[in-house]
């Protein structure tokens, strides 16, 4: 969603911009028409399609595609400029994640067109993606191969807590922090909260290892106060059959709904309705769904591997914490002996996000990224 509206954005402020990707839609493919530049929201996207259909995204369709409009842009460039060899350029390749083929190739065919290159890591290179799958072969890989890539990228960050975790991978070119486009509600969203209810919690997200939520069912286990947990979201079959019988095992299962997938012109009433959002994550360069909870007045209580869990605790949003258990535990039961606090952040938060968030103010931000960018080279 970031990576689209950011397209939308460029293109809305006069921006030229073309997108390539391809038809990947999880295990299944987009019903679009491959090899065909159309116009989706008014950005011009090519779809191509892929060898492989797993997350490796293996397309030479696009590759090739990539190789031939940086070379012609370079042909105009050469023509306009009638000096055989331009030192200045005039486009970026921007690309977004880390270990596909899609993003590493294009990096190497980047690299070996002297082409100007901007990463956005989307999480994708934190310590924690080191570690959680085929670990042994990323580091060799990192080594040999992505890390002399990488250090011929500018970088684009999320988070303080994401350029921290770049700077000990590599040394890029430059690295730049602006946060995540969001999108925010377009009806107002209210809800007014009785002190003596249940504390009424929620997790929004997709439902992986990643997100925590057997620290987040222990620290339930424990609670000496009345609560309700909405978990919204999907993941894969016997991950998630495997939570619900630890829910089971901890006795806490009939004060958890499982309520699936949420469209988006739902969740943010969803959200509004309960008091607090978790999300005891692991790892998180940002999280757009803390802003989400926010914009429609819902605190938060974040693990302190959130990229946001800096700005919520500067702003007064919520809560982090160690992610442990009695970590988690400690701070619901003072939430729900301090409800007050929620309704105060309900009546706050709204308004703070829209002017951090808006629109207006992150394209200027990129906007100027992409000109420093094109300046140093």
């Known amino acids: 969603m970031s990576v689209s509206k950011l397209c939308e954005e460029l293109v809305k402020v006069g921006q030229s911009i073309e997108v390539l990707t391809t038809t990947a839609n999880g295990e299944k493919e987009l019903n679009v028409n491959p090899n065909e530049k159309q116009l989706v929201n008014g950005v011009p996207v090519t779809y191509f399609k892929r060898v492989t259909k797993d997350h ?126 969001v999108r925010f509600p377009i009806e107002d969203h209210k809800s007014i909260k009785e002190e ?13 290892e990643k997100k925590g939520l057997p620290t987040l069912f222990e620290s339930l286990s424990c609670l000496e106060i009345p609560y309700f947990l909405t978990i919204a979201g999907n993941g894969e079959k016997k991950y998630v059959e495997q939570l619900k019988q630890l829910c089971i095992d901890l006795n806490i299962s009939q004060n958890i709904n ?42 938060v209580l974040l693990s302190e591997n959130v990229g946001l869990a800096d700005y919520v605790t500067e702003n007064e949003f919520g809560w982090t914490c160690v992610n442990q258990p009695a970590e988690y535990k400690q701070h619901l039961e003072y939430c729900y002996k301090n409800k007050p606090i929620l309704q105060n952040i309900r009546k706050k938060a709204p308004k703070k996000i829209r002017e951090d968030f808006s629109d207006s103010a992150l394209i200027t931000k990129y906007i100027d990224m992409y000109n420093k960018v094109l300046t140093s080279h």
């Open 56 to 181: 490796t995204h293996f397309s030479p369709a696009l590759l090739t595609k990539l190789y031939k409009e940086i070379n012609n842009r370079k042909e105009i460039r050469i023509q306009e400029s009638h000096n055989p060899q331009p030192t200045t350029h005039n486009f970026i390749i921007h690309i977004h994640a880390w270990w596909n083929f899609v993003s590493v190739l294009s990096c190497l065919i980047a690299v070996l067109t002297k082409s100007v290159i901007l990463l956005s890591p989307r999480g994708t290179l934190s310590s924690y993606s080191f570690g959680n799958r085929n670990g042994i072969l990323k580091k060799l890989f990192h080594f040999l191969i992505g890390k002399p890539l990488l250090e011929k990228c500018h970088f684009h960050v999320t988070s303080e807590k994401e350029k921290a975790a770049m700077l000990i991978l590599c040394n890029p070119k430059s690295i730049t922090v602006i946060a995540n486009f």
């Open 196 to 208: 003596s209810d249940p504390i009424n919690l929620i997790f929004m997200s997709r439902i992986e």
């Open 258 to 299: 499982w309520i699936g997938h949420i469209a988006d012109d739902k969740k943010f009433k969803l959200l509004s309705e309960h008091d607090l959002f978790v999300l005891p994550s692991h790892d998180e360069n940002f999280a757009n769904v803390v802003i989400e909870s926010l914009s429609v007045g819902t605190a």
